[in-house]
């Protein structure tokens, strides 16, 4: 990954940190994936502000069946290496 720094508006930084702690992720987390989804929507086309909100602040997801081994496996699902675990979900 690549470590870069942004500046947020007050209020859209309150309004982001809300949301990734409804998601159950990172604030860096959840900009990450809004910037994703914005450059997947956007192709050539610049989406509206509108369309940016709508990702920030969707609802979050819930895990019916979170993985209680995730903070050792966590390499695993960031980065595709080896599960540590032992345990298989």
Known sequence: ???TQLLLPRDLHRRAAEAAKARHTSLG???REAL???LARSGTARPSAQAVDDVLLAEPFMDREPDSRLSVDIDHY???SPRRSKQRR
């Open 1 to 3: 990954m690549h470590r």
């Open 29 to 31: 987390g959840l900009v």
């Open 36 to 38: 994703a989804e914005y």
């Open 78 to 80: 960031l980065y595709g």
